[in-house]
Every structure is written in C-alpha cells, then in structure tokens.
C-alpha cells in the first residue's frame, strides 16, 4: 500500500505571493491533518479534515487555509507570504477520526522556501 | 493537554541499548503516552505507544512508570539507522481527533 504522498516536495515563493501544497492520504485513510515544522517552533499542528469537514484547527492566522475532496485528497493554500512561512509541511492521515489512539501516518512534507 | 520533558540529545553506541526518557508528571489517568521519531529528511513514524503495562513490538519497548509519570523508550540494539529526533506525546483518551502535540524531543546520535 502506499504511503502518504505531499507534493511538490519543494517549493521557492516570494513575500506576498500564494501557494497550494497537495496531499494523498494512504487510500481508505478518510482523515487528514497538516503540520509546519521550523527550526524555532518545532512541529505544530494546523488543521484537520476528515469527510471534507474541517473538525479541527491550531492557532494560526487565516491567511492558512485548507480544504479536502471526496476522495480524502487534501490542499492547504498559504495566501501573502511571509518569510516566518518558509517551512517543512507535514500532512499525516489516519482511518477513522473516532480512534484518538490510531496511528497517524506522516508524509515526507513540502520544503517551502520564502524569500 | 499534559507536557512532557526530554533531553535535548542523546549519544549512543551502534548495536548497544538505547534508554529515551521521557517525563510527564502531570499526566491524566486518561492519557496514553505515544512516541513517534522523525528519521532525517522524512516526516515522524509512529514507534509505539501504551497505557499502564509495558508494551514491546519490532521496533522498540516501553516502559511505563508504576505511577505514570515517566516512561522510558528503549532500542534495545541501536543501529545507525535509529539516528532520529524521539518524540514522547500524550494522546487524551477523550481526543477523538488528528492533533499531536510535538514537544521538542530527543535527537538520538548512534556511533558507530
């Protein structure tokens, strides 16, 4: 079965642009959560989705936004740019949202550089 | 949700035991203690996770406090590829949802 796939892999943006980084759960995985990961902040979850619900978010502006299909895909979209964006962003998926204990599996992220 | 403390880094010699610690003395009798490590260049992989008994699977074991409060992960031959940052997580029983609460972790350095 394959994992979870994030693309592009990596990604140089401008201040002030916006940019879209695509997630494939593992198929049959039906929820999917976003993390950002930086040197100063660590890893910090963004925002879950699952049967393209938005069921939970963490304390980031609203310039981050995400969506998910039908088919458990998800995108999240960063709009104007800053450089404290630059980051590694992680989506993981899991089956259910009902499990608190079920294993969530990691994709390799999206290096997104702002410069 | 409860925090835990680890050490910053952690050495180890290739094919010795390893003994992550973590604490997390606030934790609720509700909260499983997870770990999932991060491999250089990839996103973390859940390692292994427990509520009171100690648990063992192909990865690793854990050892869980008789009071809770600490845990300790345990490679028990590490290789260079367990080079890693190790995160102890508490996952609430009542948090039906995705959100993991990444504290800073262990960064593991195997010498060969």
């Known amino acids: ?115 | 949700d409860a925090k835990t403390t680890q050490p910053n880094s952690m050495e180890s010699n290739e094919e010795e035991p390893v003994h992550l610690p973590c604490n997390h003395s606030t934790i609720s009798g509700t909260d499983y203690i997870h770990w999932y490590r991060q491999l250089p260049s990839q996103g973390p992989e859940y390692v292994i996770h427990g509520l009171t008994s100690n648990v063992n699977n192909r990865m690793a074991s854990l050892a869980i406090a008789e009071d809770r409060k600490s845990s300790t992960l345990i490679l028990h031959r590490a290789t260079l590829r367990d080079a890693a940052v190790y995160y102890c997580i508490l996952r609430p029983t009542n948090n039906a949802g995705n959100m993991l609460t990444f504290g800073g972790g262990t960064r593991l350095m195997v010498k060969p």
Not at chain 1, 21 to 44: D, E, F, M
């Open chain 1, 1 to 115: 079965k394959a994992g979870v796939t994030q693309t592009p892999r990596y990604l140089i943006k401008t201040r002030g642009q916006q940019v879209t980084l695509s997630c494939s759960p593992i198929s049959g995985h039906r929820s999917v959560s976003w993390y950002q990961q930086t040197p100063g902040q660590g890893l910090q979850f963004l925002f879950e989705y699952f049967s393209e619900t938005q069921r939970n978010k963490g304390n980031f502006p609203g310039r981050f936004s995400g969506r998910q299909f039908s088919n458990s895909r998800s995108e999240m979209n960063v709009s104007t740019l800053e450089l404290g964006d630059s980051a590694l962003y992680l989506c993981a998926s899991k089956q259910t949202v009902g499990d608190s204990q079920e294993t969530q599996y990691f994709g390799p992220g999206t290096r997104l550089l702002v410069l």
